[in-house]
């Protein structure tokens, strides 16, 4: 079984930062892409950032410049280090992972449980 689990959430002020951490942990093999998505109330989840086990980058216009995706892969963890927060940065944000795992013999994706990001003046 393989796990995810979110730090780093809260309440920051208009122009504040935060950090999120998502580490993967159990029967992982190998670890491919990871990324962060959020869902705001009302809307559709989108991609926010992601990275491949190559280290290549991609991320939403609305937040480029502002947040930088990296990860770990000593520890299976990814982080978004997230600037210049805007109020319509307010959302849960959900890391998602893609792996081989070695106990099952197969290549599957897992969702955290997600972490409330609140941009409020």
């Known amino acids: 079984q393989v796990q995810l689990v979110e730090s780093g959430g809260g309440l920051v002020q208009p122009g504040g930062s935060l950090r999120l951490s998502c580490a993967a942990s159990?029967?992982?093999?190998?670890?491919?892409?990871m990324g962060w998505y959020r869902q705001a109330p009302g809307k559709e989840r989108e991609l926010v950032a992601g990275?491949?086990?190559?280290?290549?980058?991609n991320y939403a216009d609305s937040v480029k410049g502002r947040f930088t995706i990296s990860r770990d892969n000593t520890k299976n963890t990814v982080y978004l280090q997230m600037n210049s927060l805007k109020l319509e940065d307010t959302a849960v944000y959900y890391c998602?992972?893609?792996?081989?795992?070695?106990?099952?013999?197969?290549?599957?994706?897992?969702w955290g449980q997600g972490t409330q990001v609140t941009v409020s003046s």
């Open positions: 998602k992972a893609d792996y081989w795992d070695y106990v099952v013999k197969g290549q599957f994706v897992r």
């Open positions: 159990g029967s992982i093999f190998s670890m491919n892409a």
């Open positions: 990275i491949t086990s190559r280290g290549d980058l």
